[in-house]
């Protein structure tokens, strides 16, 4: 890293996760015992930023929360943490997004998920950032906001240069299948297979096709194509070149925000230097596979060390 800390802007959404652990995921009709229940902080948005702020990042988070009390809890843990909040807004009359999610001893998962107050970014909230966004090595942005606010964002990122690391979730406000033309001016776009599928109207969601799933994405104008597929790896397009990328060989305990540290420490990893784009995966695969080792939400997210040292072990 440069002596000058990487800047990073991250939008995306803000929630808190209401987390039981349990033996097993309930089918319908049917009831579980919890072991153990935490809130903690979580959604994409503080997600990527802590973990670009883990790998020595200065990082702003553009998000909105409720007039409740879990608004002053994310506040306060966002602030220690060392992330900017000074974009974050509240929506006073809304409640903070929730997640409730079950996680059972396999480390499997299901959640539902409460929009809140993240329905109501609004693109004005996002051009208030736009000095920020301009200072910025790398913007991540994920997708499940309102798509007015997203697009605007894609908007400011192109005219001032800014790279823009996107994962292209649905937007909430939209149901259709189609993504706005905007989505396609990303550098760096990070789907896992079924929505890369969904996105190019691919009805066969495999390996065999992801390389083809990818190629279409670059023929709609992004730079880099980077398709998750869990412990499949994932895969790497652009222009030229097509490779799969191994996933790291951990002990599964909780796959919840894996996806997020992959985006935030790619983030991170771009805004030093973007020449050696499979490095910067098999980084942000590090992050993954770590967060995939514990339990928990933002605590789960590893260092910069950690990453490192991950790395060096699988080089030895």
Request: net charge negative; charged share 20%; hydrophobic share 40%.
């Amino acid at each position: 890293m440069s002596k000058q800390r990487p800047r990073v802007v991250a939008i995306g959404g803000t929630y808190i996760d209401m987390a039981i652990r349990c033996d097993r995921i309930p089918s319908e009709g049917q009831a579980v015992s919890g072991s153990e229940l935490w809130y903690k902080t979580a959604g994409p948005g503080p997600s990527q930023a802590t973990q670009a702020v883990k790998c020595e990042c200065e990082v702003f988070l553009v998000s909105k929360v409720g007039g409740d009390p879990y608004a002053r809890m994310v506040l306060q843990e966002l602030s220690e943490l060392g992330i900017n909040t000074d974009y974050v807004y509240t929506a006073e009359a809304m409640n903070t997004g929730v997640v409730v999610t079950l996680v059972s001893s396999m480390g499997d998962n299901a959640a539902c998920h409460y929009a809140g107050a993240n329905l109501a970014l609004t693109a004005r909230e996002i051009e208030q950032a736009e000095e920020a966004i301009s200072q910025a090595d790398i913007c991540l942005i994920h997708g499940k906001l309102p798509q007015e606010a997203i697009t605007t964002a894609l908007r400011l990122a192109d005219i001032h240069g800014v790279r823009v690391v996107l994962n292209p979730a649905h937007p909430l406000d939209q149901r259709k299948a189609d993504l706005p033309i905007e989505y396609f001016s990303a550098d760096i776009v990070v789907p896992n297979l079924f929505e890369a599928a969904n996105i190019t109207d691919r009805a066969n969601a495999s390996i065999r096709t992801a390389k083809l799933i990818g190629s279409d994405l670059i023929a709609r104008g992004v730079r880099y194509a980077i398709i998750t597929m869990g412990r499949r790896g994932c895969m790497l397009i652009d222009r030229y070149t097509a490779e799969q990328i191994p996933a790291f060989d951990i002990d599964l305990v909780d796959d919840s925000g894996c996806g997020d540290a992959f985006a935030g420490a790619l983030g991170a990893y771009c805004a030093v230097t973007c020449t050696d784009m499979k490095h910067a995966v098999e980084f942000a695969s590090a992050a993954a596979a770590l967060v995939c080792t514990k339990y928990g939400s933002l605590e789960s997210i590893p260092s910069k060390a950690d990453i490192i040292q991950l790395l060096q072990t699988q080089e030895s």
